[in-house]
Antibody
C-alpha cells in the first residue's frame, strides 16, 4: 500500500526559502494517470492546493503562489520536492504531500495523503 | 477563479442523516470529491466522482451533485463521524487548479 512521508525543517525564518521533500514507499512514482501534489493548511484554517507535478517533470502551480513556488521530482529516489521562497509568517502551515488520481481531464482527486509536517515561519 | 462555498458547521444527532452542501457556479458540470479530516490527522478521501466511495469507506457515505450544489450525505451518523469535511473540484482555469471548499465542521 502506498505511503507518503514529508520531511523538512519544522522552523524557517522570514524571507528565507523552505524546502520540503515527500518520499514514496509501497508504490511507483512513475505510474501513469497519477500526479503528485503539495497542499498546505494554516493552523485552524482550510486546505490550499500549492502545486502538482508529473513524473515527466511537468508542473502546475496555484496562481496565488506561482511566483514563489518550485516543485521538482527525482524518480530514482521516489521523491518529489517543494521549494517556497520569500517566506512570511502567513506561510506557517501544515504541509501535506498527496497523490492525485487523474481518471479523466476533469476528474482528479487526492487519493492518498502523507501525515503532514508543520512548518512555522518565525525569526 | 472558481469558488466553492460550504456552511461552517452542521449539527446532527447520532443515528440521523447529515447533509453537507458545497455550492459553486454550475458545479453540476464538474465532478466533486469529499474529504474527512479529524483533529490532528491528514484528510481522508471519503467520496470521489460525486458519489463513489474508496474501498474501506462505509456505505453510509454517499453524495450527489446537481446544478449549483453538491451534497455529501452521511446516513446513520456515528460519533466517529465528527470531523471537518471539505469538498474539492478541479478547474481548468486558471492554470489547472484544484479548488477546496472552506470546510464544514460536523458536530455529532
Amino acid at each position: 500500500q502506498l505511503q507518503l512521508q514529508e520531511s523538512g525543517p519544522g522552523l524557517a525564518k522570514p524571507s528565507e526559502t523552505l524546502s520540503l521533500t515527500c518520499t514514496l514507499s509501497g508504490g511507483s512514482i512513475t505510474t501513469s494517470n497519477y500526479y503528485w501534489a503539495w497542499i498546505r493548511q494554516p493552523p485552524g484554517k482550510g486546505l490550499e492546493w500549492i502545486g502538482t507535478i508529473y513524473h515527466t517533470g511537468s508542473t502546475f502551480y496555484s496562481p496565488s503562489l506561482k511566483s514563489r513556488v518550485t516543485m521538482s521530482i527525482d524518480t530514482s529516489k521516489s521523491q518529489f520536492s517543494l521549494e517556497l521562497n520569500s517566506l512570511t509568517a502567513a506561510d506557517t502551515a501544515t504541509f501535506y504531500c498527496a497523490r492525485v488520481r487523474v481518471a479523466a481531464t476533469h476528474r482528479r482527486w487526492f487519493d492518498t495523503w502523507g501525515q503532514g509536517t508543520l512548518v512555522t515561519v518565525s525569526s | 477563479s472558481y469558488v466553492l462555498t460550504q456552511p461552517p458547521s452542521v449539527s446532527v444527532a447520532p443515528g440521523q442523516t447529515a447533509r453537507i452542501t458545497c455550492g459553486g457556479d454550475r458545479i453540476g458540470s464538474k465532478t466533486v470529491h469529499w474529504y474527512q479530516q479529524k483533529p490532528g490527522q491528514a484528510p481522508l478521501l471519503v467520496v470521489f466522482d460525486d458519489y463513489d466511495r474508496p474501498s474501506g469507506i462505509p456505505e453510509r457515505f454517499s453524495g450527489s451533485n446537481s446544478r449549483d450544489t453538491a451534497t455529501l450525505i452521511i446516513t446513520n451518523v456515528e460519533a466517529g463521524d465528527e470531523a471537518d469535511y471539505y469538498c474539492q473540484v478541479w478547474s481548468s482555469s486558471p492554470d489547472h487548479s484544484y479548488v477546496f471548499g472552506p470546510g464544514t465542521n460536523v458536530n455529532v
